[in-house]
T-cell receptor, first 114, second 114 residues
Framework: GENVEQHPSTLSVQEGDSAVIKCTYSDSASNYFPWYKQELGKGPQLIIDIRSNVGEKKDQRIAVTLNKTAKHFSLHITETQPEDSAVYFCAASGYGASYDKVIFGPGTSLSVIP | EPEVTQTPSHQVTQMGQEVILRCVPISNHLYFYWYRQILGQKVEFLVSFYNNEISEKSEIFDDQFSVERPDGSNFTLKIRSTKLEDSAMYFC????????????FGPGTRLTVL
């Protein structure tokens, strides 16, 4: 089935710096890649997503890139703020083994130090 | 903004007891899901549900689990005879369309089996 790997598992950055989280997926049939932010005690909240017909997408301080050939996708957060501190999950969905479900990566715990 | 709600927020039960976790998906959504997250681990897919039947389930979703949409608004997950290893956060999600449509997650129910 689909397997999503994510690195790093923990990340600490100074406020104002950028943070980058990288993911890989195994099933070439996956074509939808959401990113979720999970704050302590809460459910995953979608922050941005990208579909396979697009290589890059940006929303204010957040951007995602997708390399379908290499099966890599990344989350970039610029000008980080303390409220960005949370666990971030990349995920894959679409056809093939990830049909009708979202397959999550193991998560990255991001700490933004004021 | 519409959101997925879940009750209760925390459920404590004795091993062997039955529990029912409740969810109210976003009102115009047609696809419903349950996921679980064991403490410190990734979010795992359990089951997807559409048109009053299960469309996909994982190997975790064995005969002890069942789902139901008893009326036009609620979506429930029943665990017939709870085990210690069922202790986890359980998240309900819903989406308007299938597979590559965004899934919106509820805040979760923390299930503790003693």
């Amino acid at each position: 089935g689909e397997n999503v790997e994510q690195h790093p598992s923990t990340l600490s950055v100074q406020e104002g710096d950028s943070a980058v989280i990288k993911c890989t997926y195994s099933d070439s049939a996956s074509n939808y890649f959401p990113w979720y932010k999970q704050e302590l005690g809460k459910g995953p909240q979608l922050i941005i997503d990208i579909r396979s017909n697009v290589g890059e997408k940006k929303d204010q301080r957040i951007a995602v890139t997708l390399n379908k050939t290499a099966k890599h996708f990344s989350l970039h957060i610029t000008e980080t703020q303390p409220e960005d501190s949370a666990v971030y999950f990349c995920a894959a969905s679409g056809y093939g083994a990830s049909y009708d479900k979202v397959i999550f990566g193991p998560g990255t715990s991001l700490s933004v130090i004021p | 903004e519409p959101e997925v709600t879940q009750t209760p927020s925390h459920q404590v039960t004795q091993m062997g007891q039955e529990v029912i976790l409740r969810c109210v998906p976003i009102s115009n959504h047609l696809y419903f899901y349950w996921y679980r997250q064991i403490l410190g681990q990734k979010v795992e897919f359990l089951v997807s549900f559409y048109n009053n039947e299960i469309s996909e389930k994982s190997e975790i979703f064995d005969d002890q689990f069942s789902v139901e949409r008893p009326d036009g608004s609620n979506f429930t997950l029943k665990i017939r005879s709870t085990k210690l290893e069922d202790s986890a956060m359980y998240f309900c999600a819903s989406s308007l369309a299938r597979s590559t449509d965004t899934q919106y997650f509820g805040p979760g129910t923390r299930l503790t089996v003693l």
